[in-house]
Antibody, heavy 120, light 113 residues
Framework: EVQLVESGGGLVQPGGSLRLSCAAS????????MTWVRQPPGKGLEWVSS????????FYADSVKGRFTISRDNSKNTLYLQMNSLSAEDTALYYC?????????????WGQGTLVSVSS | DIVMTQSPDSLAVSLGERATINCKSS????????????LGWYQQKPGQPPKLLIY???TRESGVPDRFSGSGSGTEFTLTISSLQAEDVALYYC?????????FGQGTKLEIK
């Protein structure tokens, strides 16, 4: 059974940093691209960033480029999102998502999400 | 960037009736070399993460009831629920994975009339 468990969310002041983690199990982690999708409270879904199975290719939404860094440790079956220079617009539930392949694939499994709140 | 636009924003349908949700992409998401549309549909119930229903525009995910179907190609797509059940009340999103930045439609809220 595929499981994705996010952690690391919380309340942070504007300009601060957080590092999200996603522990994956139930599949061959290194064979699949992984993605972060966020959802502001009461709003729709926004793609944030994706990383290929090998970790060699990464992709970012313009809204986070230069501030967020996606990475993975295939030896630990863990996905990360380092978030710097946070602003109120980054407040959202952040989902860890498994793609159904190593590139250009649908999002077939989602974690429960970890909440990031940016406020002074 | 590909913009995804869903219609309607909300929809109320009687139990047992058909529900239809439309999705239009600003550019084609059909990849000519494999003739696949890089389009998925997701269902999100309150307090839950989204769940994949349909991928490649018309392939039903394992375990999804056959009352859910997807159709369309290129830039216009449809999600159809053939006979609405109470448990289908949810938000529905289309999603293109043809190119980054990946994008979602704004969502359609489906309710019981």
């Amino acid at each position: 059974e595929v499981q994705l468990v996010e952690s690391g969310g919380g309340l942070v002041q504007p300009g601060g940093s957080l590092r999200l983690s996603c522990a994956a199990s139930g599949f061959t982690f290194s064979s699949y691209a992984m993605t972060w999708v966020r959802q502001p409270p009461g709003k729709g879904l926004e793609w944030v960033s994706s990383i290929r199975g090998s970790g060699t290719s990464t992709f970012y939404a313009d809204s986070v480029k230069g501030r967020f860094t996606i990475s993975r440790d295939n030896s630990k079956n863990t996905l990360y999102l380092q978030m710097n220079s946070l602003s109120a617009e980054d407040t959202a539930l952040y989902y860890c998502v498994k793609e159904d392949g190593d590139y250009w694939s649908a999002f077939d499994y989602w974690g429960q999400g970890t909440l990031v709140s940016v406020s002074s | 960037d590909i913009v995804m636009t869903q219609s309607p924003d909300s929809l109320a349908v009687s139990l047992g009736e058909r529900a239809t949700i439309n999705c239009k992409s600003s550019q084609s998401v059909l990849y000519s070399s494999n003739n696949k549309n890089y389009l998925g549909w997701y269902q999100q119930k309150p307090g839950q993460p989204p769940k994949l229903l349909i991928y490649w525009a018309s392939t039903r995910e394992s375990g999804v009831p056959d009352r859910f179907s997807g159709s369309g190609s290129g830039t216009e797509f449809t999600l159809t629920i053939s006979s609405l059940q109470a448990e289908d009340v949810a938000l529905y999103y289309c999603h293109q994975y043809y190119s980054t930045p990946y994008s979602f439609g704004q969502g359609t809220k489906l309710e019981i009339k």
